[in-house]
């Protein structure tokens, strides 16, 4: 992350409260909607949004899970930034790294670009529109709710990651998940005090018991299928021993650790298509390269060995 103020760049991580050492996570500013009404503000059309993303990033990396799901490659173009998020923030640093619209050099430069007084967080996803040379979004929940539907009449795919039948219950899982796990383990890492971490650390250990509770009777965590839910929790859980367990302190017991977990990992991953959004090389540079705070020499491990492939026995491709 990092914070514009009167167009200048700041570089701070994250935010801590005044008195506890917690770390604290603000909201996207950039909350709007791209809608399958072609009388709408933002209609759903091939070639007119741009997704900006990190391989690096979770949230973002959940926008290319359902770009690449909902078949959307040849109609939303994407930009990737380099992996290290240093001094300014994300930039386009090397081929073919690089911000294809309007060769920028850094991220901030496409918010100055949508709202020339913007002051706040500049992250990843960004959902950009070509014909209003704005920013429709940067709140990855909205994007990947975009791309599950909006886009069907042009693509044709109807799978739906998100019915309605089911959405109570994958807005009560997404919650749950995203405050004990997703962000759990942002707030082990980015804790500056004892107290802080230890409060989150065993919140998120006891939400991964919880889910390899779930597991054992369950091959998703909501309903009879795949959904929303699954991803959004995949993306933290693909990073959990690479990044988490060492880098973020949250080391009580490693995702090899927890065999539903570790199956259901795996038969996500091995999802047709999902490989590829996994770039695990940008994943550890960024991590360990660029928070100077926890990992002031900017080593890199070389380990763990991880096979994604390896067999799951959670019944027939998801």
């Known amino acids: 992350m990092g914070l514009l103020v009167d167009g200048q760049w700041h570089d701070q991580w994250y935010d801590t409260d005044s008195t506890g050492g917690k770390f604290e996570r603000s909201e996207a500013q950039f909350r709007r909607w791209v809608e399958a009404d072609p009388?709408?503000?933002?209609?759903?059309?091939?070639?007119?949004?741009h997704l900006y993303v990190s391989y690096a990033c979770?949230?973002?990396?959940?926008?290319?899970?359902?770009?690449?799901?909902?078949?959307?490659?040849?109609?939303?173009?994407?930009?990737?930034v380099h992996p290290l998020m240093l001094?300014?923030?994300w930039e386009f640093a090397q081929q073919p790294l690089h911000d294809a619209l309007f060769s920028s050099n850094f991220l901030y430069e496409l918010y100055l670009k949508a709202d020339a007084k913007y002051s706040g967080r500049v992250t990843v996803p960004v959902l950009w529109d070509r014909e209003t040379n704005t920013i429709v979004s940067n709140e990855s929940a909205d994007i990947i709710r975009m791309f599950n539907s909006v886009f069907n009449s042009i693509t044709g795919n109807m799978r739906d990651f998100c019915p309605a039948s089911l959405r109570a219950e994958i807005d009560a899982m997404n919650d749950f998940v995203y405050h004990a796990v997703n962000n759990g383990v942002y707030r082990c890492g980015f804790a500056t005090t004892q107290k802080a971490y230890e409060e989150t650390f065993h919140e998120l250990f006891a939400a991964l018991d919880k889910l390899e509770l779930h597991l054992t009777k369950h091959r998703f965590l909501v309903g009879e299928q795949l959904t929303e839910a699954?991803?959004?929790?995949?993306?933290?859980?693909?990073?959990?021993?690479?990044?988490?367990?060492?880098?973020?302190?949250a080391n009580l017991k490693r995702l090899v650790d927890y065999p539903n977990l570790w199956a259901y990992v795996r038969a996500l991953y091995q999802v047709p298509g999902i490989a590829e959004t996994v770039n695990m090389e940008h994943i550890k540079h960024h991590y360990y390269g660029s928070h100077d705070t926890i990992n002031p020499t900017g080593i890199v491990p070389v380990g763990p060995e991880l096979d994604f492939m390896k067999p799951h026995q959670r019944g027939e491709v998801l």
């Open 39 to 49: 009388l709408a503000q933002f209609p759903a059309t091939s070639g007119r949004y």
């Open 58 to 80: 979770p949230w973002a990396h959940r926008t290319l899970i359902f770009r690449k799901l909902k078949q959307l490659e040849e109609h939303i173009g994407v930009s990737v």
């Open 87 to 89: 001094e300014n923030g």
């Open 230 to 249: 699954d991803w959004r929790l995949f993306t933290t859980l693909v990073r959990f021993d690479a990044v988490y367990v060492g880098h973020f302190k």
